[in-house]
């Protein structure tokens, strides 16, 4: 499914229809009743990780940074870090941040738990975006084919939904799950893409004693990050990915940290600039050494196990 930077990239195309009010709604989505969406005002625009919020509302209230100022401060600060790149993250930089990470089950699913926010009332309804393998968001034009079906026949796709607004302008969502709920209910200090992500937390997360391709995939302390961006940031830090987090280093868990914020916020700029981004170990054959690449589904014994590449020539297992 697409990664953080994929969806903070939706989130800001849509953006600029906020404020506007659905004239009309279209799509094949039987999940919900699209026509609820008619004539409501679209409120704002939420990216957690991989989730999408939309707030519509039928009143004319002055939104988002009226009551979200911290929201302005996240796009500037965000614009910053792509113009300049994150900087070096170590223990000694997050003074401060005391974190405490779950030792027991039940103690892990309490931290699982915290992780989410009691959604306070609000008089706007949300609607919830899943994101499939290949979902996607397009402003103001239509995805097409890009080659013939096993009938020969090139039909485009067919969006989920269709919100036309009243300046002109609409969106399309393509290849998407949609709920409504009471709100955004993740909390922004786990998301890879947020000023407010919670470093002190990530880094101890990354010494715990679980093989570190599962720790980099628990959405509890990296929120956004997938597997391209696990396989390739591994590869970066020269680390196996079945490797004890808590047999690391402290320079192997600072590096691998520096590695997953650059790469996730470097990926999104070159979206935004229409740039295609160039994997050194995802989907590979040989590593840019010229070492063979191993290919694995890896992960718990009784979890979703992802495909993983690694070069065993680069890459160090710590056991």
């Known amino acids: 499914m697409p990664e953080g930077p994929s969806v903070k990239k939706f989130?800001?195309?849509?953006?600029?229809?906020?404020?506007?009010?659905?004239?009309?709604?279209?799509?094949?989505?039987?999940?919900?009743?699209?026509?609820?969406?008619?004539?409501?005002?679209?409120?704002?625009?939420?990216?957690?990780g991989k989730n999408l919020f939309l707030a519509f509302g039928s009143d004319e209230r002055e939104i988002v940074m009226s009551q979200h100022p911290e929201r302005g401060q996240e796009e500037t600060a965000l614009e910053e870090v792509m113009g300049t790149g994150r900087d070096g993250i170590t223990l000694s930089k997050i003074k401060g941040q005391e974190p405490k990470l779950p030792s027991t089950d039940n103690q892990q699913q309490e931290a699982q738990e915290s992780n989410y926010l009691e959604p306070a009332e609000d008089?706007?309804?949300?609607?919830?975006?899943?994101?499939?393998?290949?979902g996607s968001i397009r402003a103001n034009e239509f995805a097409r084919a890009r080659s013939a079906n096993?009938?020969?026949?090139?039909?485009?796709?067919?969006?989920?939904?269709?919100?036309?607004?009243?300046?002109?302008?609409?969106?399309?969502?393509?290849?998407?799950?949609?709920?409504?709920?009471?709100?955004?209910?993740?909390?922004?200090?786990?998301?890879?893409?947020?000023?407010?992500?919670?470093?002190?937390?990530?880094?101890?997360?990354?010494?715990?004693?679980?093989?570190?391709?599962?720790?980099?995939?628990?959405?509890?302390?990296?929120s956004g990050l997938g597997n391209i961006i696990k396989n390739e940031i591994l590869y970066m830090a020269k680390i196996h990915p079945l490797s004890q987090g808590s047999h690391l280093k402290l320079e192997n868990v600072e590096s691998l940290l520096n590695h997953a914020l650059?790469?996730?916020s470097n990926w999104l700029h070159n979206k935004l600039q229409g740039k295609r981004l160039h994997y050194q170990i995802y989907m590979k054959e040989v590593c840019p050494l010229g070492h063979r690449v191993l290919k694995e589904s890896l992960g718990p014994p009784r979890g979703l196990k992802r495909l993983t590449w690694w070069c065993p020539e680069c890459q160090f297992l710590y056991t």
């Open 11 to 48: 989130s800001l195309l849509a953006s600029p229809f906020v404020g506007q009010v659905v004239a009309k709604v279209g799509g094949s989505s039987k999940r919900i009743n699209l026509q609820n969406l008619k004539e409501l005002r679209f409120q704002d625009c939420q990216v957690h």
């Open 123 to 134: 008089p706007w309804k949300w609607l919830h975006f899943h994101f499939w393998l290949f």
């Open 150 to 222: 096993k009938r020969g026949d090139w039909k485009d796709p067919v969006p989920r939904l269709v919100l036309h607004f009243d300046g002109g302008g609409f969106l399309a969502f393509y290849n998407c799950r949609m709920a409504w709920c009471s709100g955004p209910t993740i909390k922004p200090t786990c998301d890879i893409l947020s000023v407010q992500f919670h470093q002190g937390q990530a880094l101890e997360a990354l010494c715990q004693p679980r093989p570190v391709c599962c720790i980099l995939l628990d959405q509890r302390y990296f």
């Open 262 to 264: 650059r790469f996730s």
